[in-house]
C-alpha cells in the first residue's frame, strides 16, 4: 500500500526545580535513595532505577501507521547522588502460601552500566484504540536520566516530543459505533482523557460499516441497551428496581437472557476474529465466545455499560505465565477483561490457552465497563440491589460521614505501600486509618471487622484466598505469633490454611453496616473467583468467597468488591494509585478501574483484577451533599430546570420511549421538545441523586413502565403551567410505582379496563 508522510504532532512539559524530592533510605542494609516528583509515575520495572515518568496521551489519526516519538529537552541540572537510586521492587505472590518477603534486586545490565538510564528521554509505551476506533497512543517521557556508574543525576526542565506517522488503512477488528449519540458522547469522553483535545475532530474515524459477520454492511440490530444486563430468564426480575434507577439517570437500560443470546443467529457463532481483507481468522465459539460476539454488536449499537447478572452467566478462563522464586507459572484465570476489550484476537496462540502466547498483543483500554455479581437466586440480587440503592440515594441514612474515611490495611510483604496508596487517598480528600500488618502490635481478624464499618472505602491487602485475607502474617517476619484472617463469612475461619487463633466475629458477616455500605478495593490473591477454585495442592473451595459474601450478604458490606480472581502481587498497589487518580477526576467506579487497566499495562493484572458489582455508580469521595433548592419549572414544550449545585452537574430525564442526559451550565439546564410529563434526576459530583416530584398531566401511558419516585401528583390540571389533559393507563399497560413520599391522584386520571396500576412504598423508606 502507498503510503504518505502524515503529519507531526507535538507536546512539551515542564518541571519545576521544586518538584523533585530526594530521599535516603535503607533497605536491607543499603543505602538507597529514592527519587520522587510530586503527581508522576514511575519506573515499574523490577531491578531498574524507580525514576519518575511523565505518560502523555496522544489521539493520532484513526489510519495513523508507523508512529514515532523523538524527544529533545531544554536546560538541565547535574547534580552526584550520595547513594544509589532506589531500584524497583521484586513483586511478591500476595496468597496465603507466600513464604519471602520479596527482595530488593539491582539490574545488572543497568546498574553496572556506564550510561545514562533511561537511554531515551521518550518513547511510546502503548499504541491501541479507545473507545472502538479512536486512535490513541501513549508516550514515557523521562525528566531524569541516571547512570549508576558515575552516580550522576540529570534532571530536565523541559521535555518536548515530536510525534511523527504515516498514513495507512485502520486494523481489522476495531469496532465503530454506529450509533451516533454514543459515538459523540466516546469523543467527548476523550477529551478528558487525551493531552490534545483539539485535534480529536480532524483525527476522529469517518462513518462507515462494522465487520463483526465478515461483511460489509452494517450489523443487524440486537436487543441492547447503554446499560445492559446479561442473566438467565430466573434471575431476570430480580434486576426490575435496578433498571428503573439507570433509566430514570437517562440510560437506556434493560436486561437481555443468555438463552436469547445463545438462540440469536447473528452472534451464535462465535468470537469471529477478521484480518484486514475481511477473511476469517479465528472462532472461538464456546458460551463465552458468543457473548463476547453479542457484546461486539452491543457496543456498535451504542452500550456502554454491561452488568454480568448471575454465577450462570459464561466467564473466559485466560491464561497467563508468571514468575516466582520457584520458577514460571501458568495461571487459569477467570476474567471479564475479555468481555471489556473486543478487538484483540484470544486465540491468536492457536495453543487453546486464550489470552496467552506472544501472537497476542492485549488492548488495555476498555470498550465497555463490565462489572459482575457471582449470585445464584433472587435473594442474592435483592440484597445487592438494596445495598447499592442505599449507597446512591441515602448512604448512612441521613449519617453519611463514614464516607469521608478510609481504611488501609497494609500488606505485610510490600515496601513501604501505606506510603504512595494512603497519599492518594488524602489527595482526593479522604481521611485515613492505617493498620500496619508488620511491628509489633498485630491486629486480630475481629479488631478489623469491627473497624470496617466506620469507613467508605476499604483497602486491604493482606495474603488472600477464596474465603480469608490475612490481617496478621507473623510467620514470614520472625515472630512466633499465628496468622490472623478475617474471611467471607464467620463460619469460614476454619477453612484457611496454616496455623492460627480461631476467631469469633472476624467474617465480613459481622461487620454491623446494614445502612452504611462501602466500597473495597484488594489485590489479595484469589480472593473472588468466578469459578470453584481448586488450589495446586487440589484443597477446594466452596461457598461464598470474600467478595460474594462482601456484595452479596444481606444486612453487611457493601457495593463494589475490587479484586483478584486468582494470583495477585504486592506490586499491584501502583494500580490503587491510578484507581484513586481516576476517582478524584470522574468518580465513575467502572470507568477508574478501566482506568488502571490501562495504566498498569500488565495483561496478568487485567485478567486477574475484576469488578465485582454494578459498574456505574459514583464512588463518594466525601460526606456527599443534596440538591434540595433544584426548582423544576415544566411548560408544553420544555423543562428547564434551575437551582442545582455540584461539579460536572448532569440532569436526566426519560418517559416511555426516551432517555437522555444534559450538561448543567451554570447551575441549570433547559430540556426542550420533551413530555413536560417526563421523570427528571439531577446528579453532580459528590452530591446526592436528587428526584424531581413526578408530575404526569396531559398524557397517556402505553407500555410497561417501572418508576422510582419521592412524590406524585397526577391529575387534568395539576400544573397551572401546562395545557390540561387526563392521564390514562391504557389497556395492556402495567405501571409500577414507588414512591417514598406524597401521592395524589386527582380528577382526570383513570385506568383503563385491562390496565395495571401498582403503587408501593418500600420499606425502610428510601427509593
Not at 87 to 97: G, I, K, M, N, R
Not at 238 to 253: D, E, N, T, V
Not at 677 to 702: D, K
Request: proline letters at 4%.
Amino acid at each position: 500500500m502507498l503510503q504518505t508522510l502524515a503529519g507531526v504532532i507535538t507536546h512539551s512539559e515542564t518541571f519545576a526545580a521544586s518538584g523533585w524530592d530526594l530521599q535516603a533510605v535503607t533497605v536491607d542494609t543499603t543505602q538507597y535513595t529514592r527519587v520522587e516528583y510530586s503527581g508522576l509515575d514511575y519506573i515499574s520495572e523490577p531491578g531498574k532505577p524507580q525514576l519518575p515518568v511523565k505518560f502523555v496521551r496522544l489521539m493520532v489519526p484513526y489510519n495513523a501507521t508507523n508512529i514515532s516519538v523523538n524527544c529533545s529537552h531544554g536546560s538541565a541540572i547535574l547534580q552526584t547522588l550520595a547513594s544509589k537510586v532506589l531500584p524497583v521492587e521484586e513483586p511478591q505472590v500476595a496468597d496465603e502460601t507466600a513464604s519471602n518477603i520479596p527482595i530488593i534486586y539491582e539490574d545488572s545490565a543497568v546498574y553496572n552500566a556506564n550510561a545514562p538510564f533511561p537511554a531515551a528521554l521518550g518513547e511510546i509505551v502503548t499504541d491501541g484504540y479507545f473507545m472502538g476506533d479512536n486512535h490513541v497512543i501513549t508516550i514515557a517521557l523521562y525528566p531524569m536520566q541516571y547512570n549508576p556508574v558515575t552516580g550522576i543525576a540529570t534532571s530536565y526542565r523541559n521535555l518536548s516530543a515530536t510525534v511523527t506517522y504515516d498514513l495507512g488503512a485502520a486494523p481489522a477488528n476495531v469496532l465503530h459505533r454506529n450509533n451516533a449519540k454514543a459515538r459523540n458522547e466516546d469523543l467527548a469522553m476523550l477529551a478528558d482523557v487525551v493531552d490534545n483535545p483539539t485535534q480529536i475532530q480532524s483525527f476522529k474515524a469517518p462513518a462507515r460499516p462494522n465487520y463483526t459477520q465478515g461483511d460489509n454492511a452494517t450489523s443487524p440490530l440486537v436487543e441492547s441497551y447503554d446499560y445492559t444486563i446479561i442473566t438467565t430468564r430466573e434471575l431476570k426480575p430480580a434486576f426490575k428496581r435496578l433498571i428503573a434507577l439507570k433509566r430514570q439517570k437517562g440510560y437506556s437500560a434493560g436486561a437481555v437472557c443468555i438463552e436469547d443470546i445463545m438462540q440469536n443467529p447473528n452472534v451464535n457463532g462465535g468470537d469471529s476474529i477478521f484480518d484486514a481483507n475481511n477473511n476469517l481468522v479465528s472462532v472461538i465459539a464456546d458460551s463465552a465466545g458468543v457473548i463476547r460476539q453479542y457484546l461486539k454488536r452491543a457496543f456498535e449499537n451504542g452500550t456502554r455499560y454491561v452488568l454480568m447478572g448471575g454465577r450462570q452467566v459464561p466467564y473466559r478462563y485466560g491464561y497467563r505465565t508468571y514468575s516466582t522464586k520457584t520458577g514460571i507459572h501458568l495461571a487459569q484465570i477467570p476474567t471479564d477483561w475479555y468481555f471489556s476489550e473486543l478487538a484483540t484476537n484470544w486465540n491468536g496462540s492457536q495453543i487453546g490457552n486464550y489470552g496467552e502466547g506472544i501472537n497476542i498483543i492485549p488492548k488495555y483500554s476498555s470498550d465497555l465497563y463490565i462489572g459482575r455479581l457471582i449470585a445464584d437466586s433472587i435473594a442474592d440480587i435483592d440484597n445487592y440491589c438494596r445495598k447499592l440503592f442505599q449507597y446512591e440515594l441515602n448512604p448512612g441514612n441521613g449519617n453519611s460521614s463514614y464516607l469521608n474515611h478510609a481504611l488501609i490495611v497494609e500488606g505485610a510483604d510490600s515496601f513501604d505501600i501505606q506510603h504512595e496508596a494512603a497519599k492518594k487517598y488524602r489527595e482526593i480528600g479522604l481521611s485515613t486509618t492505617e493498620i500496619n500488618q508488620r511491628g509489633i502490635a498485630f491486629p486480630t481478624g475481629k479488631m478489623v471487622i469491627d473497624t470496617l464499618c466506620y469507613h467508605g472505602i476499604i483497602s486491604l491487602h493482606g495474603h488472600g484466598s477464596p474465603h480469608t485475607t490475612t490481617v496478621n502474617h507473623c510467620y514470614q517476619i520472625g515472630h512466633s505469633s499465628t496468622n490472623r484472617v478475617i474471611c467471607a463469612l464467620d463460619t469460614c475461619d476454619i477453612t484457611a490454611k496454616h496455623q492460627k487463633i480461631r476467631e469469633t466475629g472476624n467474617g465480613l458477616d459481622c461487620m454491623g453496616n446494614k445502612y452504611s455500605p462501602s466500597i473495597f478495593y484488594s489485590w489479595a490473591c484469589t480472593t473472588t473467583p468466578f469459578d470453584i477454585y481448586t488450589e495446586p495442592s487440589e484443597k477446594t473451595y466452596y461457598g461464598w468467597n470474600i467478595g460474594q459474601s462482601y456484595t452479596l450478604g444481606k444486612d453487611y458490606g457493601g457495593v463494589a468488591y475490587l479484586g483478584c480472581t486468582r494470583v495477585g502481587f504486592t506490586s499491584y498497589y501502583n494500580r490503587e494509585v491510578d484507581f484513586l487518580a481516576a476517582l478524584g477526576s470522574q468518580l465513575n467506579i467502572g470507568k477508574a478501574e478501566a482506568e488502571t487497566k490501562q495504566s498498569a499495562r500488565n495483561a496478568f493484572f487485567a485478567m486477574t483484577h475484576n469488578l465485582i458489582g454494578d459498574p456505574e455508580f459514583q464512588v463518594w469521595t466525601k460526606s456527599p451533599n443534596n440538591n434540595n433548592d433544584v426548582v423544576v419549572t415544566r411548560t408544553d414544550n420544555s423543562i428547564l430546570i434551575t437551582g442545582i449545585s455540584g461539579n460536572r452537574a448532569t440532569v436526566a430525564y426519560c418517559n416511555d420511549s426516551i432517555q437522555d442526559i444534559v450538561n448543567a451550565t451554570n447551575g441549570e439546564a433547559l430540556i426542550t421538545s420533551v413530555n413536560p410529563s417526563s421523570l427528571i434526576v439531577v446528579c453532580a459530583q459528590n452530591h446526592l441523586v436528587y428526584f424531581a416530584p413526578m408530575l404526569l398531566q396531559n398524557c397517556t401511558i402505553n407500555n410497561s413502565q417501572y418508576v422510582l419516585a419521592t412524590d406524585i401528583s397526577a391529575g387534568k390540571n395539576i400544573d397551572p403551567n401546562r395545557s390540561d389533559g387526563e392521564v390514562v393507563i391504557k389497556a395492556g399497560a402495567n405501571y409500577e410505582i414507588q414512591c417514598s413520599g406524597k401521592i395524589e391522584f386527582k380528577g382526570g386520571f383513570r385506568v383503563e379496563k385491562g390496565a395495571t396500576l401498582t403503587v408501593f412504598k418500600p420499606q425502610p423508606l428510601t427509593l
